[in-house]
């Protein structure tokens, strides 16, 4: 079977927010496996080896979201892309890891002694990692671009690999770009000080590949009766700031309602411009030249104290008790169940590059570049460090009609002789998003389809 490479420009980039792209040749089949899209971004003042594109999202954090439609019909989706993609990139086992520099679980990789101003969360070297994650660049012409699979972005299409346009006659994907530095990019000023601004998208192109042949064609669409597949879907809901004591709140959501849940995953995405976001020194402090966005900045789920969360399906509690996480009525201070909360998170979606305990919310000893002070918590308090990245995922498998989200966290009180590393960035307000793993199927019979939830 011979195939076409096409490379299609958007039709629509005139705001630079927003870019459509036509798949729109006659009596071809686009290929999902071959279809990529190019992306990428320059800025003032992002000098090359010194800024870079997201962590742990790397370009696909310049997108919003993606939609794949026919005419009006949705045929895939996939709302707020950066922090899924996020996840995606923390979604590796710990040897994958260690081979990307994401984040491997062994102490030297965790924190450096004799250096006053390092993250206990993972150590930071832009000029070692500078060739790994790309740069924007300070224009068009310096800026590195990346490609990006659609299949990453959009789960439906690993299993609709093919589009007809003899049954697909209208395709666009619409690509929609996010205008959040501290979710674009790792380091939000160059290493003299001058802050990145100005960031534009570079015009994105759609690199796909299709086939012509008639009778291969006709053979695809003889074999896409009734096509299965699994689509990401999101709904969300604001937490308020927590000033004292301990925070509960039911929140109901109604966007997955008459629809079959197979995964969830919940994330805890921050607010604040800075808290959480933004590197700090060990004393707390923010450490502004140069300013590093934490772990994935604004795309990063913010580690939480004492969290706990459950669900209730159709009037029924997914786990017993107060659910995953902090058990008031075992340890009182420290919480349990952190470890049984990562543990269902990997059971659901697979290996994560977080360590045991590195989804635990801790002290943080001012004396941290004293080797004797590290020797001693990790001997006796192991656990009690403070980390960046907490994310919950669990299984449904049920149609939904009601879905209620139990979540749960702790004030965090600073000062003292053992400090809380920046201690308002786990008590600032919270988006947190749900994302459901939904299976969806597409119906083709005499050239025409429907789509349709199970």
């Known amino acids: 079977m011979s195939s076409t490479i096409n490379i299609i420009d958007p039709v629509y980039f005139n705001n630079k927010s927003r870019a459509e792209f036509r798949l729109d040749h006659h009596d071809v089949a686009y290929l999902s496996s071959g279809c990529y899209l190019s992306l990428g971004a320059h800025a003032t003042n992002a000098l090359l080896t010194e800024v870079n594109y997201n962590r742990r999202a790397g370009v696909a954090g310049l997108v919003r979201s993606l939609r794949l439609l026919d005419g009006a019909t949705v045929l895939a989706q996939l709302d707020n892309a950066g922090s899924w993609m996020a996840f995606r990139g923390l979604n590796k086992d710990n040897a994958d890891a260690f081979s990307k520099k994401m984040m491997p679980c062994s102490a030297t990789a965790l924190m450096q002694n004799g250096i006053a101003n390092y993250l206990v969360q993972e150590t930071i070297s832009t000029a070692d990692e500078a060739t790994q994650r790309g740069q924007p660049g300070i224009s068009e012409a310096t800026c590195s671009l990346g490609y990006i699979a659609i299949t990453e972005f959009l789960k439906e299409l690993e299993t609709l690999r093919v589009l007809p346009t003899r049954v697909f006659t209208n395709l666009r994907l619409v690509v929609e770009f996010s205008t959040d530095l501290t979710a674009m990019l790792q380091q939000q000023s160059s290493n003299a000080g001058a802050a990145v601004s100005n960031l534009e998208q570079v015009r994105p192109i759609l690199v796909v590949e299709s086939v012509s042949d008639p009778a291969v064609i006709q053979s695809m669409i003889a074999d896409m009766s009734n096509v299965r597949m699994d689509c990401i879907e999101s709904d969300q809901f604001a937490l308020a700031s927590v000033a004292a004591g ?110 045991a305990g590195g989804n635990s919310c801790g002290l943080v000893f001012t004396g941290l570049n004293d080797e004797g002070t590290i020797n001693n918590l990790l001997g006796v308090n192991m656990g009690q460090f403070f980390y960046g990245s907490d994310y919950t995922g669990f299984r449904v498998m049920d149609r939904v009609s009601h879905l209620e989200i139990d979540y749960g966290r702790s004030f965090v009180v600073g000062g003292g002789a053992n400090n809380i590393m920046n201690s308002s960035t786990p008590n600032q307000a919270l988006n947190v998003i749900v994302y459901a793993e939904i299976p969806k199927v597409v119906q083709i019979q005499n050239g025409s389809y429907r789509v349709a939830y199970l």
């Open 246 to 355: 301990r925070q509960s709140v039911s929140q109901q959501l109604r966007g997955f309602n008459s629809k079959i849940v197979n995964r969830l995953l919940i994330v805890n995405q921050p607010t604040s411009n800075t808290d959480g976001i933004l590197q700090t020194a060990e004393d707390g402090t923010e450490a502004v030249n140069p300013t590093v966005a934490l772990d994935s900045g604004r795309l990063n789920s913010l580690v939480q104290n004492q969290l706990t969360i459950n669900a209730r399906v159709n009037g029924s509690n997914v786990f017993q008790g107060q659910g995953l996480g902090f058990d008031t009525t075992q340890t009182g201070t420290v919480g349990c169940g952190t470890n049984h909360r990562l543990g269902t998170l990997t059971d659901t979606w697979g290996d994560v590059a977080i360590c």
